[in-house]
Every structure is written in C-alpha cells, then in structure tokens.
C-alpha cells in the first residue's frame, strides 16, 4: 500500500501531535509498566535475599560499561537521525539510522560473547534466582533492541527515499527509550553488589 | 507527509559527550568501598543520565505537558505496585511475625502428586 | 474533503480476510468471539451437568473426571473474559464505532488494525490448540497461581499450561496494539467541532478501558514471561524452594486482573449510556460527572487488587488498606449508576429489545455490585471467599458486562452493521428467556455458597466436610436454569442469522439517534462519509423545546 492511500484518520492531528508521534509515545508508555513489572519483581527479590549479591559479583561489568557505551553512541545517531530529517535531508537520516541498528548489532554481539562466556562458568538461566533475572531482564531488553533494529532498516529504506520522514524521529524516540531501560539495567546487574 | 521541526536541535555530541563522562564516573565509583558512593555512583548517575536521555534527546520537554504526565502515572503505577507487593516478597518478618524458609524436608501430602525435581 | 479510493473492487481475500476497513476488522473479532462464546457455553453446561447431577454421563461429552473438571472451568472462565468479552466489547465495537462516532474514514494505523486481528486469532487457535494435545487443555484455573501452574506434575497438563501463557501472551499482544491504535484514532482523528466533551460517552468508555488496560497487562507479561520460564526452562521465580515466591505471581496477576474488570465494565456502561440516551430521549444526565467518575473508577481500579488475595497469606496490614479502597472504588461506580437512572427519570421511555437489555444491565449489575460489598471486607471474605457467593457475584458482574451489554449493543447496532432490522418479537422472546433464567441460575449458588460450599469441587461428595446433600436441589435447579437459558440462546442465534438477510431493510437511522454513525447508510460503505462531517454540538441533543424532531444529531449546523 503506498503512502497515498493513507486514511484521512491518519493525517489529522487534533491534539497538535502527529499520529506517528502520539502512537509512538503511548507505546512507549506501555513499555515502561512491562519492564516496570518485570524490573519491581527484580528489585524486590534482589533486597529480599542479599546472598544473591555473591552470584552478582560474577557479572561482568567491562561488558555491561562497553554497552552502555555503545547504546549512548547509538541513541547519538538516532537523535542525530532526527535532525537531519527534520532538515528534510532523508539519505543522510537514512544513513544515521543504519548506524545506529549497527550499534545495536554490536550490542547484541558484546553481550553474545559475554553470556557465552557466563554459561561457561556455568551461570545458566536456572543457576539460581538472580541468574534468572539477570537473563530474563536482559533477554527481554535484548528483544527489544532486535525489534528496534528490524523497525529502523524500514524506517531508513523509505528515508533514504525521502518517504515517511516523520517516523525517524519516531523510531529514534522508541531507541532512546530501550537506551534508557539500559541505562538502568547496567547499575542493577552490573554494579550493585 | 515531511516533519515540521517542533524542536531546536541542541549540539547533541556534546550531550553525549556529558553522558559518556557519567558512566566513567559511575564504573569508578563501583570500584569504591563505601557503600554510599557505590549507590550513588550506580543510581545517582542513572537518572541523571536517563533525564538527560529524555530532555534532550527525546525532547520530552518540548512535547505537549500531557504526554509527561502519562509517562510519570506509569511510573507512578509501577511504584504503586512496587508499595502492594514488597511487604509480601521483600520482607521477611514483621512485628508479630516471621516468614520463615521453605522446609526442605517436608514430604507432600497423603495422595499428592510427585514433587518435581 | 471527499474521500476518493483509487483501487479496483477487491476480490474475496481482500475484502474479507485481508482488510484494513475498520468495520470488516470489527466482524471478524465479533464472529470470532461468537464463536468462542459458544465453546465457553458449551464448557459451562458440561461442569454445570456434573455439579447437578454428580458422576452422570453427559450428554455430548462423556463423564467428567476431576482432571477434566478442572480443564473445564479454566477454559470456560479464560475464554469468556479473554476471547468473549474482550474482543466484542472492546474490539468488535469500538472497531466499528470510534472512526464512525468520532467523523472520520478509518482508523489511524488500519494495517495495524488488522495486524492486531491477526495475532489475535492466532491466540484462539493456540488456546484450541491445547484441547487436541496430550493432558488436554490447562487446568490450573483461569488465574494460573504457581507452583500448580508452574509444574506439569501437579496441573498434570503441562503443554495446556504453556500453550495457555502463550495464548494469552498473544491475546494481550493484539489488544496492546489495538488498543493504542483506538486511542491515537479518537484522540487526533475526530472530526473538525467535535472537542473532547462532544464525544460521546461511548467513545471516552473505551477509550479509558484501553488505557487502562495498557497501563495494567505490563506486570503480568512480565510475570508470564517468568512463569513461562519456571513452565519450561527450570527457572524458580515462583518456587520457594529456590528463593522464589508464589505470591508475587499473585500480585502480579491481581495488579491485571482487578483493572482488567473495569476493562470490560467500561464499555458495557458506554453502550448502556448511549441506548438508554436513545430510548429516553433524553440527554446523558451529567456528561461530565460520568465522565469523571470514570475517571476515579479507572484510577482506584489500580490500587483495589489484594482484594483478591485476603486470604492468600498476605501482609495483614495490607489487607485493611485494601479493605478501604475497594469499598471506596463502589463510589464512583454507584454514582455511575445512579447517573443513569437519573437520565431514565423523566424521559420518554420506548421499551425496544436494545432497552430491554440496557435497563437489565442496571438492575442486574447492581445486584452484582452490593455483593461485591461483602466480599471486598477482608473479615466476611475470610469466609465467603472461594465459596459461590464469590462465583455468583462475579457472574451479577460479568454477564451483565459480557452477555446483558453485548446483546444491548448488537440489538441496538445491527441496523448499522447489516442494514436489515432484527425481529422485535424474537429479541424480547430471547430477552426474557436469557435474564429470567440467568438469575435462577445464581440466586440459588448465593446460597449455598453462604452456606460453604467450596468453589473448583468436582464433587461434593469426596470431601465429607463439604458434602451437604440438602443442598444438592439448588445445585441441580441452578443447572437446570442453565439449560434453559442456552436453549433460549437458539432464538437470539435464528433471529441474528435469519436477519441478515430476511429482516427488514434499515434506513440510516431506525432509532432516530444523534450520533455520527447514524448520519451513514446502513450498513456504511468503504470510506464512511460521502462528506466528511463537522461537529456542532454535544451527542445527546433530544428533547430540544421548541423543534419539529426531538432530537438534534451532531452534524446539522445551527
């Protein structure tokens, strides 16, 4: 379906925000209690047993700093993104966004090789309750990084074509949102111990 | 349709720059023994840079106040839960009461299935 | 602006599998939730059977053993609230009547729409899926508390069980991105006039219940992510034994599933409100009062859920605190209610089937609500909870949401959706042969619940301390009534069919109603409105002094 055959629905903007925009942010909002959830359960079993601090101390944080370093470099080329779309430059928001799917792939190869590298110890999903957690957390977040990916060689397949340049800053809003659940996972798996 | 521009565009390497300075700050201060400045370090830091991630890279600020709003009552319904469920799962006693852990010994019931693993 | 849509006459794939028009996206969730409607009825006759007429064959499914007992009642209670009620409330009308009440050609994102349809018959067909494989569908109760759910050895259906999660996993899924996709549609798509208390109450119902509902499923996907792993991948989330703890699955589940009630409630009440609106011909008596008080129940929703769990073994302390609000949430929804009457009091009834069933929903609904008072007091629920006084007042609850409200709905949208009128006689046959028999069914399980009886028993007669005899003829006359309000369900089903293409035709507003969907033909064609509509005033114009018509739709300029 081509973008002329877009309903009416979809152009107006009642509230002053562009449908892309306004769906992005209520995806958003719903993120935010899934991984809430999933992260309140966390925080309260990590307090409830402070033995789990011994198996924490086994995570390894170079790799979680690493990525943290390579998600911030990623949500710069998001945003980065954004800018050049909003200067209606779409080849070169087009190339930002692939950029920033590249850190994500970097991401998601770093944590490949350190979660091999943890199995070898012999830290696997069932080692234990933080364990359990600590590959749930991260393998939902890593879900959402993958899903960010794929979106956003979509996104910059219609942008390289100067398409639909109102969903790079959309993708790069949902990316900035995986990067901040990141940003709290580092300290609660990696540092706190 | 094209975007129309609803944000100035701030010198975002420079943001970046900021937040790659926190983490540096928040791996060293792991690296201390004293309690307080590891928490601070780890979750101080945190939301620093998660804000700074939403003000100036999401451009939270700039958008419709409403859109705030909703994103601090998620928040906020988290921590509600968070309020319901700790006294069950993160304490272990209370004035009159204790929980205590599960007895590994103890065998199951007349007729009860097997106990798994 | 006309709409103009350049494409040549699809074939059938396209124009019923494969749509994106809103209202082909609404049949196929409400012929799919029909038909689920059926399966679930059909699970409740069968346990229904063996509790009024212990160790009997029944008849069409054999003998019901403890095991099946318990697939039975999960099933039928899953379904209902997650493949019933949810997608004909939420997703069959307001997939139909938010772009039509709020003036505008479809949704915002249609191939999200259909998108969400998809994956949501893929979750029905994974839940049926789980009658054909071996152990048969889950049996550890709709609200799947571990270590039961979490081991295989004690559900004994440990592929129903993951099959279950998953089905479930999926359905919220569709209705996450359904949801959001009504919400960005009614809040940025509505017609040029139509300001925020211009929409009619409907519209605003479903509106909060998805809201609600996005903002509550989060927990509990994260909770059947982890019972997913304790199912299948040896993790001890929910396992004491391996510092996990049971009662955050509760927690979680009950953060949904008390929310997930006013999920449903909502948009029965918005469907009541715009029947009762009609068929007084009268105004909504206190738009915005209602629209407020919604706004409270939505909220208190959140902070009611260990209500559920009085007698789980929870923090004493937190059981008065949620004593207090959930009482205090029984507020906003009398005054609701009480809203309502005062729209009736004074106004110009017109008894039609559609009114029929919205005037049950009030009567019945607050039946449901005043025993939910006693249940929601942590000291009588000490007693009563988990006996059928709990059963009954749910089901004062969630029939009139599920079943009352829907047949509301569908008798009062049907000229819209199929351009032929259902047959009034037929409709107040099927009417009072639902409710009349709906109440035998559940008065009797009042009491015998007050008096102990233990709900999730296959048979009394196993436990000698539950097994009362005496009783045992308002089990059998509850099952009874059962059967007769099935059979009568036929006449609802001839009535439909036969309609739709016997009945009479239907102009475009039968009902001589106010709101937008009116203002189309019946049954509205690709694109809605020849002209898109402006929007000049409120949604309940009636009764207007001083005007030929008693009523004054929204689009007709001044």
Redo the contacts between chains.
């Keep these: ?1 081509s ?1 002329s ?1 877009k ?13 892309a925009r ?2 992005t ?17 966390y ?3 990590r ?3 402070p033995e ?1 601090a011994e198996s924490a101390s086994h995570t390894l ?1 170079w790799a979680g ?1 690493v990525n ?2 390579v998600l ?2 990623s ?2 080329c ?3 993104a ?2 050049a ?2 200067a ?1 430059d779409g080849p070169k928001a087009a190339k930002l966004l692939r950029l920033t799917s590249l850190g994500g792939l970097i991401f998601l190869c770093i944590k490949g090789y350190e979660w091999t590298l943890d199995i070898r110890e012999g830290f696997v ?2 080692s ?2 933080f364990w ?2 600590y590959y ?1 957390l991260a393998g ?1 977040h890593g879900l959402h990084v993958l899903a960010g990916m794929i979106i956003m060689l979509v996104v910059a397949a219609d942008a390289a074509k100067n398409e ?3 969903r ?2 959309c993708i ?2 949902y990316w ?2 995986v ?2 659940v990141w ?2 996972l ?3 798996l990696y ?2 111990r | 349709m094209t975007t129309e521009a609803h944000v100035q565009h701030p010198n975002y390497v420079k943001i970046w720059a900021i937040l790659v300075g926190l983490l540096i700050v928040s791996v060293l201060g792991s690296m201390s023994h004293i309690r307080e400045v590891v928490l601070i370090a780890a979750f101080g830091v945190a939301l620093v840079k998660a804000y700074l991630v939403a003000k100036n890279f999401m451009h939270v600020n700039v958008e419709k106040r409403w859109v705030s709003y909703l994103l601090i009552i998620c928040l906020l319904f988290i921590a509600i839960l968070f309020a319901g469920v700790a006294p069950d799962v993160m304490k272990h006693g209370g004035l009159h009461w204790t929980k205590n852990p599960v007895d590994q010994s103890a065998q199951p019931g007349v007729g009860a299935a097997p106990k798994n693993e | 602006m006309s709409t103009e849509v350049q494409h040549a006459e699809p074939g059938i794939f396209r124009k019923y599998l494969w749509s994106t028009d809103h209202k082909v996206i609404a049949m196929q969730y409400l012929f799919t939730g029909m038909a689920m409607a059926l399966i679930g009825a059909f699970f409740a006759y069968v346990f229904r059977m063996q509790l009024g007429f212990p160790n009997q064959n029944v008849p069409g499914y054999g003998i019901v053993t403890p095991a099946r007992y318990n697939a039975l009642v999960t099933m039928h209670g899953s379904i209902m609230i997650f493949w019933v009620a949810m997608p004909v409330l939420i997703a069959a009308f307001g997939n139909f009547l938010i772009p039509l009440m709020v003036g505008c050609d479809d949704m915002a994102f249609p191939r999200i729409n259909r998108l969400s349809y998809q994956i949501f018959l893929l979750s029905a067909l994974v839940l049926l899926s789980s009658f054909l494989v071996k152990g048969g569908p889950f049996g550890g109760a709709w609200t799947a508390y571990p270590p039961l759910s979490a081991s295989g050895a004690y559900n004994l259906t440990p592929i129903g069980a993951t099959l279950w999660l998953l089905a479930v996993a999926l359905e919220f899924v569709a209705f996450l991105l359904g949801g959001i996709n009504f919400t960005v549609t009614a809040m940025n798509s509505r017609a040029p006039g139509m300001k925020m208390y211009d929409i009619p109450i409907l519209i605003w119902m479903i509106i909060l219940a998805n809201i609600v509902f996005m903002a509550s499923a989060g927990p509990l996907i994260a909770g059947a992510v982890m019972l997913l792993f304790d199912q299948t991948i040896s993790t001890g989330f929910f396992d004491p034994t391996r510092g996990g703890d049971p009662l955050l699955w509760q927690h979680l589940f009950w953060f949904f599933g008390h929310p997930e009630v006013y999920v449903v409630l909502l948009p029965a009440m918005g469907i009541v409100a715009e029947i009762i609106a009609v068929f007084a011909r009268k105004k909504i008596f206190g738009y915005k009062t209602v629209l407020y008080t919604t706004w409270a129940v939505g909220f208190l929703s959140f902070v009611v859920w260990a209500h559920h769990q009085f007698v789980a073994g929870v923090d004493p302390r937190m059981a008065n605190i949620f004593s207090i609000t959930t009482l205090l949430i029984s507020v906003p929804v009398t005054e609701m209610v009480f809203l309502y009457i005062a729209t009736l009091y004074g106004g110009s009834i017109h008894l039609d089937t559609p009114m029929l069933w919205a005037l049950a929903f009030i009567a019945e609904f607050m039946i449901g609500g005043v025993t939910g008072i006693f249940l929601g007091s942590s000291g009588t629920d000490i007693y009563l909870h988990d006996t059928y006084f709990l059963v009954a007042h749910f089901h004062y609850t969630f029939v009139p949401i599920a079943i009352i409200a829907v047949f509301a709905g569908l008798t009062f949208w049907f000229p819209k959706m199929f351009g032929r009128m259902l047959n009034e006689t037929l409709g107040k046959i099927h009417f009072w042969g639902t409710v009349i028999p709906f109440n035998v069914i559940f008065i009797p399980l009042f009491i015998t619940g007050m008096a102990g009886d233990q709900r999730r028993i296959y048979n009394y007669a196993q436990f000698a301390e539950q097994s009362r005899p005496a009783l045992q003829h308002l089990r059998t006359t509850s099952t009874i009534a059962l059967l007769v309000m099935l059979s009568f369900q036929l006449v609802f089903l001839f009535n439909f069919f036969w309609s739709l293409r016997n009945g009479k035709t239907a102009g475009a507003n039968p009902w001589r109603s106010t709101t937008l969907e009116w203002t189309v033909p019946s049954p509205p064609p690709h694109g809605n409105f020849a002209e898109m509509p402006t929007v000049y005033r409120g949604p309940y114009e009636y009764g207007l002094p001083g005007r030929a018509d008693d009523f004054l739709p929204q689009n007709v300029p001044d």
Excluded: C, Y
């Design positions: 379906m973008a055959a309903p009416i629905a979809n152009t107006r903007s009642v509230t002053g925000i562009p449908t306004l769906i942010w209520w995806v958003i909002a719903s993120e935010i209690v899934i991984f809430g959830g999933l992260l309140a359960s925080i309260m079993h307090i409830a047993h789990w944080t700093a943290t370093f911030l470099t949500s710069l998001a945003v980065l954004h800018k779309a909003d209606h999903i069932s234990g309750g359990s957690f749930t939902l639909e340049l109102q790079v800053e790069g809003l900035h949102f990067d901040i940003i709290f580092f300290p609660l540092i706190a």
